[in-house]
Structures are given as structure tokens and as C-alpha cells.
T-cell receptor, first 109, second 116 residues
Framework: AQRVTQPEKLLSVFKGAPVELKCNYS??????LFWYVQYSRQRLQLLLR??SRESIKGFTADLNKGETSFHLKKPFAQEEDSAMYYC???????????FGKGTKLTVNP | GAGVSQSPRYKVAKRGQDVALRCDPI?????LFWYQQALGQGPEFLTY????????KSGLPSDRFFAERPEGSVSTLKIQRTQQEDSAVYLC??????????????FGEGSWLTVV
């Protein structure tokens, strides 16, 4: 069965420092990977998806099929990046997203 | 409205009570999803509608859970004889096109259910 693992429940960095939120998945086919973000008192929203290969708010994520990883990175964290981040996977032929348990990122001033 | 709207936002139910949670998707969105998010966990898929057809209900945890979308727009998630383990945030989401793959899914703010 497909599974998404986010090993860090909490991650704390200082403003201006690089940040990497880890995501590993188990799925043997061709998954579609996403990062969702939930800011305080806001709804869950899409941050980026691997097929777009885009940078949103300075964040990037590269799908590494060999390591089955989709880590989220930003070279210089900002205080407004503080939020809950969820990695999610969609397998072909299914309409569901499988989410990880999330990582709470805190960027300290 | 501008986004997916859910009501009630907060519901406290006594064990054994039936509850109904409503979702208004973004107008014109074909796909509608329900997810359950327990405290400290990520959202877990419950069910998927394409217009009025419920195409996947594999995530519904028991036959006490029932969802409908009779006219292909508003959806209701009903939980009968609520149990304490049903306490969670219930998230509704919609997307313009068919399915999850390749589409942007928009989430509502959720309905927080507490069963006492």
C-alpha cells in the first residue's frame, strides 16, 4: 500500500537559514507528489506539485525516484514560512491523496 | 462563494447522536472529496464524488458513515450513532476537473466534530 512518511514532527530554524522538510514515500508505480501547507487559522492549500517543477514562495521540491523522496527546500527561511506542511501522494487510477502526518515548521526571528 | 464552504464549523455531539456535515464546493467544480483528520495526523481520504456519482467510498471507516451529493453540487456527510473515535476535523475539498491527478484541489476550513 502507498505510504507517505514525514520523519520530523517539528522543525525549528532561524530566519535566513536554509530549511529542508523531508518526505519519503512507498509506492512502486508513477506517483504524483504534492506539498500542502496550512498557515495558522487558515485552510489547507496546495504549495507545489512535482509535475510542475516550479518554485513557489522560494520553495522547491525534487522527486527522487531512486530514494523515493520528495523533500521540500528553501535556501533562506522567512518568519512567514512558519506553518504546518504536509507531503501527499496520488497514485494512478485513484482519486485519493495519501498524506503524511505533517511537519510543523517554526522560523524564529 | 470564493472557496469551499463547510458547516457547521464546530459541532459537539453526544455519543450515539447522529450528525450531518455540509459542504458547498466551489461553483462548477466536478470533483468533491471528503477527508477525516484526527488530532496530530494528516488528512485521510473518506470518499470521492464526480458530480452526483459516488465513485470511491473505500475510506469510509464503517457503515455508520454515509455521504451524498444528490444534485452534483452540495454534499452532506452523515455519521450515525457517533462514537468518541469519530472526533476529528472533517475536510471537504473540490476540484474543477475529474479526479485528483493533475488537478488543483481546494480545501474547506473543515468541520470540527467532538463526540462526548
Amino acid at each position: 500500500a502507498q505510504r507517505v512518511t514525514q520523519p520530523e514532527k517539528l522543525l525549528s530554524v532561524f530566519k535566513g537559514a536554509p530549511v529542508e522538510l523531508k518526505c519519503n514515500y512507498s509506492y512502486s508505480g508513477s506517483p504524483e507528489l504534492f506539498w500542502y501547507v496550512q498557515y495558522s487559522r487558515q485552510r489547507l492549500q496546495l504549495l507545489l506539485r512535482h509535475i510542475s517543477r516550479e518554485s513557489i514562495k522560494g520553495f522547491t521540491a525534487d522527486l527522487n525516484k531512486g530514494e523515493t523522496s520528495f523533500h521540500l527546500k528553501k535556501p533562506f527561511a522567512q518568519e512567514e514560512d512558519s506553518a504546518m506542511y504536509y507531503c501527499a501522494l496520488n497514485q494512478g487510477g485513484s482519486e485519493k491523496l495519501v498524506f503524511g502526518k505533517g511537519t510543523k515548521l517554526t522560523v524564529n526571528p | 462563494g470564493a472557496g469551499v464552504s463547510q458547516s457547521p464549523r464546530y459541532k459537539v455531539a453526544k455519543r450515539g447522536q447522529d450528525v450531518a456535515l455540509r459542504c458547498d464546493p466551489i461553483s462548477g467544480h466536478v470533483s468533491l472529496f471528503w477527508y477525516q483528520q484526527a488530532l496530530g495526523q494528516g488528512p485521510e481520504f473518506l470518499t470521492y464524488f464526480q458530480n452526483e456519482a459516488q465513485l470511491d467510498k473505500s475510506g469510509l471507516p464503517s457503515d455508520r458513515f454515509f455521504a451524498e451529493r444528490p444534485e452534483g453540487s452540495v454534499s452532506t456527510l452523515k455519521i450515525q450513532r457517533t462514537q468518541q473515535e469519530d472526533s476529528a476535523v472533517y475536510l471537504c475539498a473540490s476540484s474543477l476537473n475529474v479526479g485528483a491527478r493533475g488537478n488543483t484541489i481546494y480545501f474547506g476550513e473543515g468541520s470540527w466534530l467532538t463526540v462526548v
